[in-house]
C-alpha cells in the first residue's frame, strides 16, 4: 500500500560542477604533452571528429593570478588553493574523482553559473573596441523589436493558436524566440539585463556574466565550457522557421471572436442542501454562476482562478468549493453572498473535491501530480497529500461520512502491452489515510462516481478501451466501449457496458444518484444523452451472474444495457457534470457546450434547461469544439476525440492502428496541448498538418465515416491548436532551479565526460531544438523496436509470455532496421507518461536506463548520478 | 385516417406474377424486374387514379427514392432494348437516364450514402445494385457511382443475394441464401445479414439461424425499428408476415407485428413513427392493394387497390435524410486481405464433450467453387498435393467447399491470415486429430485491404472483444494461396 506525503521530486540543489569541469581535460593534456602547438592540436581534432568543429571547444591558457581572485565562492577558492599546492597530475585525478560522485563540494551552485548582463552591457565594450557593427547592427534590427511584436493586436490570436494561455509578453513560449533568457528565467537576470530589448546578443551566445568579468579569455579555466558561445546556423534555424500558429493569423487572417473569450462552458454544479441555489463552474468564464433554482435565473457571477472544474458545498450550505486547475488553487466562496473568503493552493491540476461530514475537512484530487490534498478548512492549510492512482479525477462520499472514493482516468503504469488496469482509492475519511486501492481491470478513464444512499456501495463510470487489439473495425465495440463500475461493500467490482451494438453511450462523464438509491443518471458527453439507470435491477442484474460471466462477459457485453437502462434521453450540448436534488427531486446537468444547465425530473422524463447567458452565436472555434467532443463523427458513435484525449491531453494508453500492420507498430497517445506548432504529426511525422492528421486518415482508420468537411476540418484544428499548455509545476516562477540551470547545460552540451565531442546527431539539442524543443523532423536514435520493423518480423525473437526485455531485443537483434521517428516537442513531459513512440518507457529515467544502450537517443552513458537527475530535472521543467 | 401525401408504388399485372411464379426460373419471380409493370405515382385526392412514370417500359423492379425525394432509381427494359438496366428518374419531369452501362440481368437498385476511399480525392456518391454475376450465377451486390462508372462487387458469396436497403447508420442490410441458387425450396433459410458500402465488415443482421423461411424487404422506421417480411407459406411474389426487431439489436430483438400472420403483407415502408405503408394480400385473394399499418395494434387501413395489379412497393414521396456515410481503406483488387481470430475458444455453442473448442490445433480455410467446376480429377489431385479434402456442404446446392489451406493456431486461441480477398471463405477449426470441432454455417468475404477481425468462433453477436494483445499479431501472418494455386479448373 503507497501511502505518504508527497515529496518534490526534484533533485539535490547541491550539486557538483565539476565533471564538466573535467571535460576538455584530456584534450588539453594530449596538446600539451605532446608539444604541438595549440592551434594544430584544435586543427587535428576538427580533422579527426568533423563533427567537432561545432563543439566550439578551445585550448584553455592557464587563467592568470588575477582572474582568480575575482572568482568568488568556497569552490573556487579551494580549487584555487588546490592547484597552487597539487601538482597537475595529482588535481586532474580529484577532478576525475569528484566527476564519478566520489567527493562531494558544498557550494552555491547560483555562483558558478553565468547570468544574462543585457546588451547594453555587450556593447559598452564592444562599441569601443572596433567590434561595434554587432550591436549597431542589432539596433537597427528587427531583433530589437521582436518583445515588442508580442504587443500586437495579432500576438494574442497567434498566442490562442499555440496553446498559450497568459499573455504573450508574459508567456515563456513566446519570449523564448521573441525575448532572451526567458528558458532561465528572470533568477538569472542581473540587473543590467532587460527582457524588453527583445533578441539579443546573449540570445545566441548564452548569458555573458562570465565573460564580462573574464573578457579575455574564451573558456572557463576549468572547463571545457566557453565563457561565451559562439553563434550558429542552428541558433538562427530555432526560432527562425514558419510556425503554423503565426502563418494562420498573419497570411490566413485567422482571428479570435470576441464570442470566443465569452462562452461560460459550465462543467460541474452543486446544489445548496436547501435546494434553492446552484452553483455552476463555468470552466471557460473562469467564473461561479449562481442560479437561482424556483426562478430560474442566473443571479450572479463570481470570479475565480483559471479554469474551475470541481465544485461542493460544506454540509451546511454556506461555503462553495472550487477548485481551478490551471492556478492549482481551491476557492472558498461565502454561498450567500458571493465573497471569496479564502483561496488556497492545494497541488497540481485540482479536478474534484469533496468535503467531509463535518465540514472541517476538504479533500482535492489532483490530476497533475496523482495526489490528493487533504485540507484542514479552519487552518486553510493542505496537511496531507495523499498518493491516488494516475490522473486522479473525482471523489464520492460515503453517507456515513467515513468511506471515501477517487477515481483515476488513467490506468496504472503496468508491463508494456497488458491490458490497462485502472485504480479506485478508497480514504478512510475520518483519518485522511489511503485505506484500500481496488484495481479495475480492462479499464480507464474513470471519471465520475457516487455512493448509492443508504449503501456502501458506489457506481462509477468507465471506458473499456480495447487499445492491445488492432483498430480495424467499429462494429461490436471493437475500439472503446463505454460503462459503469459497481464497487460493493465486499470490495467486489462489477463492469456492465451502457452501450448497446451500433449505438454506443460515449465518454460517459458523471453519474448522480436519486436520494432515494433507485435511479442512477449517467451523463454520455459524447452522445448528449442521459442514462437512467435502474439500480436495483442493475444490482440483481450484476449478483446473478457467475463468476465467469462476471468477470468476462458482462463487461464486454453489448447487450445487457437494456436490462437496466430505462431510458436514453437527449439533452443539450455535450454533458458533463450532474448534481441531484434532493428537495426538489430533480437532477441538473452541466451542458458544458451549449452554455446551460438542464433539468430533469426525478421519473428521468421531462427536460427544461436554464441559459447561462453565453453568446448565442456559435463561433467556428466553438464549432470545433464541439466537433472534438461529439461522438457523432464516428460510427455507431462509440468514441468522440475526447475519448483518448480527456482535457485535451492522454489516456495513457498505447493503440494498435490498422495502417502500420496488425499486431505492429504500437503507438503511444499524444498530448494536443500547445500541438499546432510541433508539425509534422504521427509518431512517423507522416502529416505534414494538423488537418491532414485529422483529416480523411482519420476517418478511414479511426472513425470510418466520412471525413470532415473542410469547413468542419477547419473548425476543429483550430479549435485543437488553441487547447492550452497547462503551466510546468516543476518549474518556478522565477526561473529555473540550479539543478534544472545544470541539467540544461548538459542537455547542451557538445563534449562528453571524457572530454570526447559528441556527434552532431548524438547531441539533445540537434533534435530537440528551439522553444518546443523539437526540430520537426524525423530521425533515427535507435529506439525502434524489433515490432516497429517492417516485415517480415524475425520469429525468434518473440516470447509467449510477454515481450520480455524491451530493451534488449532493441539492441541484440543485428537484423533490426532502423526506423525513423518524429522528434517529439518535450512540454510538460511528468504529465505525459508512458514515453516513447510506443509507450515502452514508463518513466522518464527508463528512456536512457532502458532504451538507450547505445547511446542514440542522446549521449547519456557517461553521465554521473547527479548529472543524470539534473538532467530529468531541467526536462521536467521544459 | 391521417393524410396520405403523395404515393409512389410498383404496379404488376396479376396475370404476370401467376406466369412468373410458375417460373423454373426463381430469381426472375422474386427480384424483377417485372414484365408488364409500371412505377406509378397517386396523391391523396386522386381517388383510383394514378399517373404512370414508366410509360415505354417493358419491364421495371422495384424502386428506390432519392434522398430529396425528387427521383426513383430502378432495374427496367425499354420495349425497344433488349436488356435491362439501372435507371434514374426525374419524377416531374418523367425523363430517365441509364446509369449502368454493361449488360447484365438487373434485378434491384438502392441509393447509397457517399463513400470515401483512401486512394480517392473526395468521396463519390454511390447506388448498390443487385444483378446475377459469375462464378455462381447467382445474383450479387455491386456498388457504382451514380454516373455508372467504377462498378464492384461487394458480396462474394455463392447464395443469392437481394432485396437490399440502406439503413440509418450507413450499413446494407440485404437477405442472403443460405441454400445457394437452389434456395427457394420451402426449406431455404434466407437470412438478413449487413454490409458496408465498400463490402467489409458483412455481418448477421436478423435470424442467421433462424427456422426455414425467406427474410427480404427490409425498411427502418424513425425511431430505429426495422420490419421486414418473413415468408414461409407459398406466395409468388414471397409475401408473408410482419417481423420487427430494433436496429441497434437487431439478433436479438426479433418481434412478430400482430395480427400478420394472416394473409400476405409485402414491401412495408414508412409512413410515421408507429406506422407504415404495406401491401397486403388475403388468403385466396387475387393481388396485393396498399393498406396504413399500425404496428402496435396490427389494425389495417386500405388506401389503393387496383385488382388487375399487385400494388407493391409504396413509399412515400418525401425528403429523408441521407444516412452517414462511409470511409474506407479497402481499395484495389491487388490488396491482399487479412483475417485473425482472438481466441477460437470463444464460442457461444453448447459444450461439446467430444469436441471441446480448447482442443483446435489448426484451423481449415475453405473457399467455395461452382459445383460443376470441381471434378472429382482436382479433387484428388487437390488432396494428393495438398493433404486436404474437399469437403462437400449438404447445404449448397451450386457450390462446394474446397479446402485451401491449413493454419496454425496459437497456444491462446489465436490465428492470423492473409488470405485471398473478395472470394468465399469458411473457417472450420481442426483439432489435433484431424476432426473438425467447429465449421462455419455460412460463406463470409473479406475485401482487398481489409483487416477482418473476429473475436471467436460462433461466439455471441453482441459479445466485444477482450482487450489481449494475442499470440498471433506478434508474428507474421499465415498466407493462404489463392484457389487457382489449389485447384486446376477443368479442361473445356
Redesign the interface.
Known amino acids: 500500500m503507497r501511502e505518504g506525503v508527497m515529496q518534490e521530486t526534484g533533485p539535490s540543489e547541491t550539486l557538483l560542477q565539476a565533471p564538466l569541469d573535467a571535460d576538455l581535460r584530456p584534450l588539453q593534456r594530449k596538446a600539451k604533452g605532446t608539444g604541438v602547438p595549440r592551434n594544430s592540436a584544435r586543427e587535428e581534432s576538427r580533422r579527426l571528429k568533423p563533427a567537432a568543429r561545432y563543439t566550439e571547444t578551445r585550448s584553455i591558457p592557464k587563467p592568470p593570478a588575477r582572474d582568480m581572485k575575482r572568482m568568488p565562492g568556497p569552490w573556487q577558492r579551494f580549487r584555487a588553493s588546490c592547484k597552487a599546492r597539487l601538482p597537475r597530475c595529482l588535481w586532474g585525478m580529484l577532478v576525475m574523482l569528484a566527476g564519478s560522485d566520489c567527493l562531494t563540494f558544498a557550494q552555491s551552485p547560483a555562483e558558478s553559473l553565468p547570468l544574462f548582463v543585457g546588451q547594453e552591457r555587450c556593447r559598452s565594450c564592444h562599441a569601443s573596441h572596433g567590434s561595434a557593427q554587432p550591436c549597431s547592427l542589432h539596433r537597427i534590427s528587427r531583433h530589437a523589436e521582436s518583445f515588442t511584436a508580442l504587443r500586437r493586436p495579432e500576438a494574442v490570436s497567434i498566442a490562442a493558436l499555440s496553446g498559450v494561455v497568459e499573455p504573450p509578453v508574459r508567456s515563456r513560449y513566446c519570449l523564448e524566440c521573441h525575448a532572451t533568457g526567458a528558458e532561465e528565467g528572470p533568477r538569472w537576470w542581473q540587473a543590467t539585463f532587460h527582457a524588453e530589448d527583445g533578441v539579443q546578443c546573449e540570445a545566441c551566445h548564452g548569458p555573458g556574466s562570465l565573460h564580462v568579468e573574464h573578457p579575455a579569455r574564451t573558456a572557463s579555466p576549468y572547463s571545457n565550457r566557453p565563457l561565451i558561445r559562439r553563434g550558429s546556423r542552428q541558433r538562427c534555424t530555432e526560432c527562425h522557421q514558419p510556425l503554423p500558429s503565426h502563418r494562420e493569423v498573419l497570411e490566413r487572417g485567422f482571428r479570435l471572436a470576441p464570442e470566443d473569450e465569452q462562452y461560460k462552458t459550465p462543467v460541474n454544479l452543486a446544489v445548496r442542501p436547501d435546494g434553492r441555489r446552484l452553483y455552476i463552474a463555468l470552466e471557460r468564464a473562469d467564473r461561479v454562476s449562481v442560479v437561482d433554482i424556483p426562478n430560474g435565473r442566473v443571479i450572479r457571477e463570481i470570479p475565480v482562478g483559471r479554469r474551475p472544474h470541481g465544485i461542493t458545498l460544506d454540509p451546511a450550505g454556506r461555503t462553495v468549493y472550487v477548485t481551478c486547475r490551471l492556478s492549482d488553487e481551491v476557492w472558498a466562496i461565502d454561498a450567500e453572498t458571493g465573497d471569496v473568503r479564502w483561496r488556497l493552493p492545494v497541488g497540481r491540476d485540482p479536478h474534484g473535491v469533496v468535503v467531509t461530514r463535518d465540514g472541517k475537512r476538504l479533500f482535492t484530487a489532483n490530476t497533475g501530480e496523482n495526489t490528493v490534498s487533504v485540507v484542514d478548512v479552519a487552518r486553510r492549510k493542505v496537511v496531507k497529500r495523499l498518493i491516488a492512482g494516475q490522473g486522479p479525477w473525482d471523489l464520492a462520499l460515503s453517507d456515513d461520512g467515513m468511506r471515501m472514493l477517487v477515481t483515476n482516468i488513467r490506468p496504472n503504469p503496468g508491463v508494456f502491452?497488458?491490458?490497462?488496469v485502472s485504480e479506485i482509492t478508497e480514504i478512510d475519511a475520518t483519518t485522511a489515510v489511503v485505506a484500500r486501492r481496488f484495481s479495475v481491470d480492462?479499464a480507464n478513464m474513470l471519471q465520475g462516481v457516487a455512493f448509492v444512499p443508504g449503501t456502501r456501495t458506489a457506481l462509477f463510470v468507465l471506458h473499456?478501451?480495447?487499445?492491445?487489439?488492432?483498430i480495424?473495425?467499429l462494429?461490436?465495440?471493437?475500439v472503446i466501449?463505454n460503462g459503469l463500475g459497481i464497487l460493493h461493500e465486499d470490495g467486489r467490482i462489477d463492469q456492465v457496458?451502457l452501450d448497446?451494438?451500433?449505438?454506443a453511450f460515449a465518454d460517459p462523464t458523471d453519474i448522480a444518484i436519486s436520494a432515494d438509491g433507485r435511479k442512477a443518471f449517467v451523463s454520455g458527453g459524447g452522445v448528449d444523452e442521459i442514462a437512467v439507470v435502474d439500480v436495483a435491477a442493475l444490482l440483481k442484474f450484476v449478483e446473478n451472474g457467475s463468476d465467469e460471466s462476471r468477470s468476462?462477459?458482462l463487461p464486454?457485453?453489448?447487450?445487457s444495457a437494456?436490462r437496466f437502462v430505462r431510458r436514453r434521453m437527449a439533452v443539450p450540448v455535450n454533458p458533463r457534470g450532474l448534481a441531484f436534488d434532493p428537495v426538489r427531486e430533480t437532477l441538473y446537468g452541466a451542458a458544458a457546450l451549449a452554455d446551460s444547465i438542464f433539468a430533469v425530473d426525478a421519473a428521468g422524463e421531462a427536460v427544461r434547461t436554464i441559459p447561462l447567458g453565453g453568446p448565442d452565436r456559435i463561433t467556428p472555434l466553438r464549432r470545433g469544439e464541439r466537433l472534438f467532443h461529439s461522438a457523432a463523427v464516428t460510427?455507431?458513435r462509440q468514441f468522440s476525440c475526447r475519448s483518448c484525449h480527456p482535457d485535451g491531453h492522454i489516456n495513457g494508453l498505447t493503440f494498435?492502428i490498422?495502417?502500420d500492420g496488425?499486431?505492429l507498430h504500437p503507438v503511444d497517445n499524444r498530448s494536443l496541448r500547445g500541438i499546432l506548432d510541433t508539425a509534422p504529426f504521427k509518431w512517423n511525422g507522416g502529416n505534414a498538418t494538423l488537418a491532414r492528421q485529422c483529416g480523411?486518415?482519420l476517418?478511414?482508420?479511426f472513425?470510418?465515416?466520412?471525413?470532415y468537411s473542410s469547413e468542419d476540418l477547419d473548425d476543429l484544428v483550430h479549435y485543437i491548436a488553441t487547447i492550452e499548455r497547462h503551466p510546468n509545476r516543476y518549474r518556478r516562477r522565477d526561473g529555473l532551479t540550479p539543478a534544472q540551470r545544470r541539467g540544461k547545460m548538459i542537455f547542451e552540451r557538445t563534449v562528453d565526460n571524457a572530454g570526447r565531442a559528441i556527434p552532431i546527431s548524438e547531441r539533445c539539442t540537434f533534435c530537440h531544438a528551439g522553444a518546443l524543443k523539437t526540430n520537426r523532423q524525423q530521425v533515427v536514435v535507435d529506439t525502434a523496436m524489433w515490432?516497429d520493423a517492417p516485415?517480415?518480423?524475425p520469429?525468434d525473437l518473440?516470447n509467449?509470455d510477454e515481450y520480455g526485455d524491451l530493451g534488449n531485443y532493441v539492441y541484440v537483434d543485428t537484423g533490426t532496421p532502423s526506423v525513423p521517428f518524429d522528434v517529439p516537442q518535450l512540454e510538460n513531459l511528468p504529465e505525459t507518461a508512458p514515453y516513447l513512440h510506443n509507450g515502452a518507457a514508463r518513466t522518464l529515467e527508463e528512456i536512457w536506463t532502458r532504451f538507450n544502450m547505445v547511446n542514440h537517443h542522446g549521449r547519456t552513458g557517461d553521465l554521473t548520478r547527479r548529472q543524470f537527475n539534473d538532467l530529468i530535472a531541467y526536462l521536467k521543467s521544459l | 385516417m391521417p393524410e396520405v401525401p403523395s404515393v409512389i408504388f410498383l404496379q404488376i399485372p396479376v396475370e404476370t406474377s401467376d406466369v412468373e411464379a410458375g417460373a423454373t426460373d426463381d430469381s426472375s419471380s422474386r427480384k424483377g424486374p417485372f414484365p408488364g409493370a409500371r412505377i406509378v405515382q397517386w396523391g391523396p385526392g386522386a381517388a383510383d387514379k394514378v399517373a404512370t412514370l414508366t410509360e415505354g417500359f417493358a419491364a421495371v423492379g422495384r424502386f428506390d427514392l432519392s434522398f430529396d425525394g425528387r427521383k426513383i432509381l430502378f432495374a427496367g427494359r425499354r420495349r425497344d432494348e433488349s436488356y435491362s438496366a439501372i435507371l434514374e428518374m426525374d419524377i416531374d419531369r418523367r425523363t430517365a437516364r441509364r446509369v449502368t452501362r454493361e449488360p447484365r440481368r438487373y434485378r434491384e437498385a438502392v441509393y447509397l450514402s457517399p463513400i470515401y476511399r483512401f486512394d480517392e480525392d473526395r468521396p463519390h456518391r454511390l447506388i448498390a445494385f443487385t444483378a446475377d454475376a459469375e462464378p455462381f450465377g447467382v445474383p450479387v451486390l455491386f456498388t457504382c457511382r451514380l454516373d455508372g462508372s467504377d462498378v464492384r462487387p461487394i458480396t462474394h458469396t455463392p447464395s443469392a443475394v437481394r432485396s437490399p436497403y440502406l439503413l440509418s447508420d450507413g450499413r446494407i442490410v440485404f437477405s442472403l441464401m443460405a441454400g445457394g441458387p437452389g434456395g427457394a425450396s420451402p426449406s431455404a433459410v434466407e437470412a438478413l445479414y449487413t454490409v458496408f458500402a465498400d463490402g467489409a465488415d458483412v455481418f448477421p443482421f436478423a435470424a442467421p439461424h433462424a427456422p426455414p423461411a425467406r427474410r427480404s424487404m427490409t425498411t427502418e422506421l424513425p425511431d430505429g425499428t426495422v420490419v421486414y417480411v418473413e415468408s414461409r407459406d407459398p406466395d409468388p411474389l414471397d409475401g408473408g408476415r410482419l417481423v420487427t426487431v430494433r436496429r441497434v439489436r437487431s439478433l436479438s430483438t426479433r418481434r412478430v407485428v400482430p395480427g400478420t400472420t394472416e394473409g400476405f403483407y409485402h414491401s412495408p415502408s414508412g409512413f410515421d413513427d408507429r406506422t407504415i405503408l404495406v401491401s397486403y394480400r388475403a388468403s385466396g385473394a387475387e393481388s396485393y392493394g396498399i393498406h396504413l399499418l399500425d404496428l402496435e395494434s396490427g389494425r389495417r387501413t386500405l388506401l389503393f387497390d387496383d385488382p388487375r395489379y399487385d400494388d407493391l412497393f409504396a413509399r412515400v414521396r418525401r425528403p429523408r435524410t441521407p444516412p452517414a456515410g462511409r470511409s474506407t481503406n479497402v481499395r484495389s483488387d491487388d490488396q491482399p486481405a487479412y483475417l485473425y481470430c482472438l481466441d477460437v475458444r470463444i464460442t457461444r455453442d453448447g459444450a461439446d464433450a467430444a469436441h471441446p473448442p480448447s482442443r483446435a490445433r489448426r484451423v481449415r480455410i475453405l473457399t467455395a467453387v461452382p459445383t460443376l467446376a470441381v471434378s472429382k480429377k482436382n479433387t484428388a489431385e487437390q488432396q494428393e498435393r495438398t493433404g486436404f479434402a474437399s469437403a462437400p456442404d449438404p447445404n449448397d446446392h451450386g457450390a462446394r467447399g474446397v479446402a485451401l489451406a491449413e493454419a496454425p493456431i496459437y497456444e491462446d486461441g489465436s490465428f492470423y491470415l492473409q488470405v485471398p480477398a473478395a472470394v468465399p471463405l469458411r473457417v472450420e477449426t481442426i483439432g489435433e486429430n484431424g476432426e473438425v470441432l467447429q465449421r462455419m454455417r455460412s460463406w463470409f468475404w473479406v475485401m482487398p485491404g481489409e483487416s477482418r477481425g473476429c473475436i471467436g468462433c460462433h461466439e455471441d453477436r453482441e459479445r466485444t472483444p477482450p482487450d489481449r494483445h494475442v499470440l498471433a499479431l506478434r508474428n507474421p501472418p499465415f498466407v493462404v494461396p489463392p484457389l487457382s494455386s489449389v485447384v486446376r479448373r477443368p479442361a473445356k
Not at chain 1, 473499456?464 to 488492432?470: A, M
Not at chain 1, 462494429?475 to 471493437?478: L, S, T, V
Not at chain 1, 472513425?703 to 471525413?707: G, V
Open positions: 502491452r497488458a491490458p490497462p480492462g473499456r478501451t480495447k487499445n492491445l487489439v488492432p480495424t473495425r462494429q461490436q465495440g471493437w466501449t457496458l448497446e451494438p451500433v449505438a468476462e462477459i464486454n457485453h453489448l447487450g437494456h460510427f455507431g494498435d490498422e495502417a496488425l499486431g480523411p486518415r476517418a478511414v482508420f472513425t470510418r465515416l466520412l471525413p515490432f516485415l517480415p518480423v520469429r518473440f509467449a
